[in-house]
C-alpha cells in the first residue's frame, strides 16, 4: 500500500511526499517514512542518524547547510509541529538545476516530507513559533565535512517570505557561493 506518494520538484533529484493521516475516534495514525514508499527517491541509501530541530521564534532562519565530499548526506525533513519555509538549494555543480532553489511549506497539518539529496544545501524559516523538525539522515553527522551557504547570498537570490528575526552567529558567518566554489 502506497500511503506516502511522491512529487519530483524542480531541483534534480529532491521530492516531496505527501502522507495521509488515517484517522478514527481514538485519534490518527500516519507513517513517517517507509522505504517502499519512498523508494524512487531514496533509493537503497540507509538512514544512519535521525536528529530533531524545536524552533522558539518565528521568522528565524536555520541554514543553508549540507556535508561535502564523502560524508555527503541525502536527508529527509519533516515539519511534526508548527509550520516552516524549507528550502533546497542545488549546490552540485554537474547537475541541470546548479544554483537553482526550491522551497516548501512544511507543517504538521499539510503531513508533507521533503527529500534532499546529496549535494544539496538545505534551510529553513520558520513561519509559526515553535516549529519543530525531524531529519532522516543517510550519513552521520561530520563537523569537519560540514559547509554552508549565505542566507542571503545575492547569487542565489532566495526570496524568504518573512523579515528575518533570528539567525546563528554559525549561520551568519557562512560564506556566499562565489566564495565557496570560486
Request: glycine share 8%; net charge negative; hydrophobic share 45%.
Amino acid at each position: 500500500m502506497t500511503s506516502n506518494p511522491l512529487s519530483a520538484l524542480p531541483i534534480a533529484g529532491a521530492f516531496v511526499a505527501q502522507s495521509s493521516p488515517k484517522e478514527d475516534a481514538r485519534g490518527s495514525f500516519m507513517r513517517l517514512f517507509c522505504a517502499n514508499d519512498f523508494g524512487e527517491a531514496h533509493g537503497a541509501r540507509q538512514i544512519v542518524q535521525i536528529n530533531w530541530s524545536h524552533t522558539v521564534t518565528a521568522g528565524t532562519v536555520r541554514g543553508l547547510h549540507f556535508q561535502q565530499g564523502a560524508e555527503a548526506d541525502a536527508k529527509w525533513v519533516r515539519c511534526v509541529e508548527g509550520r516552516v519555509w524549507d528550502v533546497i538549494v542545488d549546490l552540485r555543480p554537474a547537475s541541470a538545476t546548479f544554483m537553482k532553489w526550491h522551497a516548501v511549506e512544511l507543517s504538521a497539518a499539510n503531513c508533507r516530507a521533503v527529500f534532499i539529496p546529496e549535494g544539496c544545501a538545505h534551510g529553513f524559516q520558520s513561519l509559526e513559533p515553535d516549529s519543530r523538525l525531524l531529519y532522516l539522515h543517510t550519513a552521520f553527522h561530520n563537523p569537519a565535512a560540514e559547509r554552508g551557504v549565505a542566507f542571503n547570498d545575492p547569487q542565489l537570490a532566495i526570496g524568504w517570505p518573512r523579515e528575518v528575526t533570528l539567525l546563528s552567529e554559525r549561520d551568519r558567518a557562512l560564506p556566499t557561493v562565489q566564495a565557496l566554489f570560486g
